[in-house]
């Protein structure tokens, strides 16, 4: 089992440099099967998300090759065959081969996928999407089997604007008969990113990144070379860490636009930024006013940064609230905040900070991805020695996080026992 260790309280200064986006990175390489030749993708990031989605193009004997930090997938010799449990298990992410199975053999066999148990999840507007454009879709227990004659363009309307489920209806949609029209889509810059490579490869997509995304079907899609994005939410934890420990902590590769609302808060509460075109620096103050953030859909405020956010606002003095509206169970890290000494407390969605709090090393739990990485950000700030346990959820996400902390002043490390 693997453990990290940090010892808190230390001042940061120096560069970090976000890597590219893993939820754009965990679409793209299955989006990378629509291709009738071979699609190169840069600024892959090195975490194990990556690494689960290469074993099952592997699995589906897709040629895929690494080097650094970019990625050539080759589906020419591709076998349309049932992802396994295991598989589609291990991320959330598996979810995307199945629209882009069903766009490419009209037929996708997997399970329901992993992820972070952060709220029930459901899949039922993919699948809807899917039924929409004239697949038909059985499943038993967690196995599912979707599949068409034909697909045909349609309208549809997303009753909840979900990130996955707009991607996966692009993927589905990318080779149909005729138009698609998705309505209500989410407009995520990882959507954007996915629209933008597969226009590369000669897809047929407007609205990317706007609430209504037309598709029109084409036939083959050719080669291609593309960049992921830098990683929001990699960056905004950094900056988060930055306005904790920085002195001053440059963010760098970063689309500041990207994390606007973010960057907005911090403001609010009175953090030192300054905001260059593609890096943020930042610098600890000696104290923060209080705030409300309510999580929302892009460009609102991420619910993939609430829980860092949290962490930031037991320094502010004062009352804060963070309304959680898109996951029902993103409250994981709160006993862990806790334990290491904040005053935070949990009713219905909402979850109340009361600050300046003294936080003091302890034992905790990265519980899901962004519950670890509010761990780690705690464990930077705190008094004495942290140690997280379940790191494989950080580790998921954050590539290089050790190597990148270290580099400017951290001690942290990951212990093997
Ligand atoms: C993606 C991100 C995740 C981020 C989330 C919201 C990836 C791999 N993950 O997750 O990091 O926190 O967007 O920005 O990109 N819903 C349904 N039915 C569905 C689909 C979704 O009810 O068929 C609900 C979900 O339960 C949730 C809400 O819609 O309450 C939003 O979910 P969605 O945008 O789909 O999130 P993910 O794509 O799972």
Redesign the pocket.
């Known amino acids: 089992m693997k453990i990290m260790e940090i010892s808190g309280g230390k001042e940061l200064s120096g560069t970090i440099r976000i890597s590219g986006a893993k939820?754009a990175t965990?679409a793209l390489i299955p989006a990378a099967i629509l291709t009738d030749e071979e699609a190169t993708i840069c600024n892959i990031p090195e975490i194990t998300d990556t690494d689960a989605l290469c074993d099952i193009l592997k699995a589906l004997n897709v040629k895929v090759s690494r080097a650094s930090e970019s990625i050539v997938i080759n589906p020419q010799e591709m076998q349309d065959i049932e992802i396994t449990e295991k598989f589609s298990k291990k991320l959330?992410?598996s979810y995307y081969f199945m629209g882009a199975l069903l766009g490419k053999y009209k037929k996708a066999v997997m399970y329901f996928p992993g992820g972070c148990s952060i709220?029930?999840?459901?899949?039922?507007?993919?699948l809807k999407g899917f039924e929409a454009l004239g697949a038909k879709v059985t499943n038993e227990k967690n196995k599912y089997i979707v599949e068409a004659e034909e697909l045909k363009g349609a309208n549809i309307y997303l009753d909840?604007a979900?990130?996955?489920?707009t991607i996966n209806i692009m993927l589905a949609a990318v080779k149909a008969k005729g138009t698609t029209i998705i309505d209500n889509a989410?407009k995520?810059p990882?959507i954007v990113n996915v629209a933008t490579f597969l226009n590369n490869m000669g897809a047929k997509i407007t609205g990317a990144g706007t609430s209504t995304i037309k598709i029109e079907g084409v036939d083959y899609l050719h080669r291609c070379f593309h960049e992921v994005i830098p990683d929001r939410i990699e960056a905004g934890t950094y900056i988060i860490i930055g306005a904790l420990c920085g002195t001053p902590l440059k963010i760098d590769n970063v689309i500041p636009e990207h994390i606007d609302s973010l960057l907005s808060k911090l403001e609010e509460i009175g953090v030192d930024l300054e905001i260059g075109a593609d890096y943020v620096i930042v610098s600890k103050a000696n104290s923060y006013k209080p705030t409300t953030i309510k999580t929302a859909v892009y460009p609102g405020f991420?619910?993939?940064l609430q829980q860092p956010f949290t962490v930031l606002l037991t320094q502010s003095n004062g009352k804060s609230k963070v309304v959680e509206t898109?996951?029902e169970n993103r409250f994981m890290h709160i006993p862990y905040l806790k334990e290491l000494g904040a005053d935070v407390t949990v009713k219905n969605q909402t979850v109340t900070i009361i600050g300046p709090s003294t936080l003091k090393g302890s034992n905790v739990v990265a519980t899901d991805l962004r519950a670890g990485a509010s761990m780690v950000v705690a464990g930077l700030l705190a008094e004495g020695t942290t140690t997280i346990t379940n790191i494989e959820h950080i580790l998921r996400g954050y590539e290089q996080i050790v190597e990148k902390l270290t580099g400017v002043g951290a001690k942290i490390t990951i212990k093997e026992i």
């Open positions: 939820n965990v959330r992410a709220g029930a999840r459901p899949i039922d507007l993919h909840i979900s990130v996955g489920a989410a995520e990882e991420p619910t993939d898109i996951f």
